[in-house]
């Protein structure tokens, strides 16, 4: 039978159960489509979507204009970014794979050396395999873009993570004065309400979202770039090309079907209750983990979080708080928490030393399955002195 | 409107109208599903296959065990590849991403030259671009095995396509006396009843399929490998994960559930008569096309095909004649044939030279939609002789 890792298939969680919050696997919003019933069921007979092509007219030739305009609708339902006036879409398997496309996109072969690609620590856990596995001779995982700015030389390309996973923060580029020596890229994953205020509409010449994280579908390995550049846009197509010849239609069908449920829902809201639609509904369930989260931990007086200052979110029209897709713990110094979390109660995060910095801090995925997050809150508050997990 | 190069949308097509015969489109299989009805019908509702994970005490734990278990009884179906006795499954972003995967999983970092990738000309034209565009330290496309056999050294991988895109031809290994220095990929993504007589159940160390050419379903981006060795599925899962972070459940679930259609029908037969069984049906169609392309082609005198030797297919129980996916058409030495087919008849095939052999070669898709293909020989039957293209 199938092991998530979080006992699907358990009916409870025996103390001695590890529970699994390492990834961000955002089952949390599983709740709220299986209340939505069949108004997001997808539909597809044996004979749809067959061929490779989409529209060879297309910089992307692959990307269902289906999925192209439920993209462009969904920013601008949403106004976290900027998809008019010359933006061109890639879609990718996920923006995992987005991310390696703006990566060959930005770069040439023929160079001395690598081009360095770096982010600011703490950085997202996966940049630097994603960036060096294949040893390429195109760029090269170069670390903490603070101590790059600092330091080194020649060009690079720095990684905008905004909001930040792991610690929720906002962030903007941080290697300074180099002309043009350097590119970027906006990694966008968790620029949407449920997370965190939105304040403009990103506007950046390489921005990246994904489905995972918007709507929570990350099994459906959709994600798309917003890109100015049309020569930029085909090498990044080309890329996927060349990696998988295409994204699944499958799924592109079935992010267009499910944004444009979301979009339908606040189109047409006609009271001012909008609790059941998708990004108020779950911005409530997030405000909901932070806070019995931030209870428990102070209480323990044993880890702290970080604090997030209101901001006015122009798409709730209203000042709010973050709610951050991970709780970036942080222990004494000295501590190994992520093993003190793991030995004294049986919760798996992910070490701080995985970010680019001190193993006192763990991330804790806050999109889990309701009946696991309670279990960890409870398991949390056992805990009321940690000595070195050593 | 979409445009995939065929006109879909175009009620007709005009002489000028470029026919694309460019790739492998498998489109020719559309009818048949069509006719299915709602056999195939796959229905996803919005809160299903949201998780990442499938299940993670899997070698590819991202593997949808539905889409295992449909695997591995489709083989046992059609006897065209052993998947009994501890072999592990892994499913890639299509065929394309698996040949990667295999190409990571047999090497690794830390040797002074990349590893020689090479396969027997005419080879399939992508692998050149899928083994150097991110000029990785781990491998280098190394060209034509045949040349590497009689002049080059050190390690190498050999990629056997058997039957060959795109001469239609039965491989076997080409590199030969070089003990332990070489490691073999198979690529059976053609070694299906209705291309080729089954022989026997293929039993490599690593050989991949694809849900494009078994049953037609590009548009879905499925491949899976067959592979003995637990740790090279292991790093093939992990390249997969690196790249993309796992492969579209949408189209995995949809993936098993055709192939289990098609097993159905091949379990429930009663009668003698398969002819509307999936193989059956296609076999047919696929022989219709060559019987009427080598018509045209004999009555032109300009251009030659290869010819197929019959063998006994395990899975008719009868001698049955190759019908490759592909028409590999050559004209006289010094003729540029495709500049010959898209000049005179606006016929877009692929020249030999991205083959790695000469120009006097073209290959034409054979999977096209049933009017493109009769369009093709219509306007292939009028050419009676040929100058050089250039």
């Known amino acids: ?206 921005m990246y979202f994904t489905f995972s994280k918007s709507t929570g579908h990350a099994g459906s390995r959709i994600g798309w770039a917003i890109v100015k550049d049309r020569e930029v846009a085909r090498k990044m197509s080309k890329f996927v090309e060349l990696s998988s010849l295409g994204v699944s239609k499958d799924s592109q069908q079935r992010a267009a079907k499910i944004m444009g449920v979301i979009c339908d829902g606040y189109e047409n809201c006609k009271s001012t ?12 369930i997030m405000g909901n983990r932070w806070e019995r989260l931030r209870k428990v931990v102070e209480q323990s007086e044993v880890f702290s979080l970080p604090n997030y200052p209101k901001k006015y979110c122009i798409f709730f029209g209203d000042s709010v708080e973050p709610y951050p897709a991970f709780a970036w713990m942080e222990a004494e110094e000295d501590v190994d928490t992520e093993k003190v979390l793991r030995g004294q109660i049986k919760v798996q995060g992910r070490t701080g030393r995985r970010f680019g910095v001190d193993q006192r801090y763990v991330r804790i995925s806050m999109l889990s399955r309701e009946d696991v997050f309670n279990h960890f809150l409870e398991r949390l508050s056992t805990i009321t002195s940690v000595t070195n997990g050593h």
Request: net charge negative; proline share 7%.
């Open 1 to 206: 039978s199938p092991a998530n890792g979080n006992g699907m298939t358990l009916p409870s969680f025996p103390s001695d159960h590890v529970l699994n919050l390492e990834q961000g696997d955002p089952t949390v919003f599983e709740s709220y489509w299986r209340k939505m019933g069949d108004k997001c069921t997808m539909v597809i007979s044996g004979s749809e979507l067959m061929s490779y092509i989409s529209d060879f007219t297309s910089v992307c030739w692959f990307l269902e204009p289906a999925l192209e305009a439920a993209v462009r609708r969904f920013h601008r339902t949403v106004g976290n970014a900027v998809v008019d006036g010359d933006r061109h879409i890639v879609v990718g398997t996920g923006s995992t794979q987005l991310y390696q496309a703006a990566l060959y996109a930005l770069t040439s072969p023929g160079r001395s050396e690598p081009v360095s690609v770096v982010s600011a620590a703490p950085y997202y856990s996966s940049y630097p395999d994603e960036t060096d596995y294949l040893c390429s001779a195109l760029y090269k995982w170069t670390g903490d873009a603070y101590a790059f700015n600092k330091t080194r030389h020649g060009p690079y390309i720095e990684v905008v993570n905004t909001p930040n996973n792991p610690d929720g923060t906002l962030r903007e580029a941080v290697v300074k004065n180099r002309s043009d020596q350097g590119k970027l890229i906006h990694d966008l994953a968790y620029y949407w309400p449920q997370y965190t205020p939105i304040t403009r509409p990103a506007d950046h010449d390489i």
């Open 273 to 284: 209750d909008n609790s059941e639609l998708f990004f108020d509904h779950c911005h409530q």
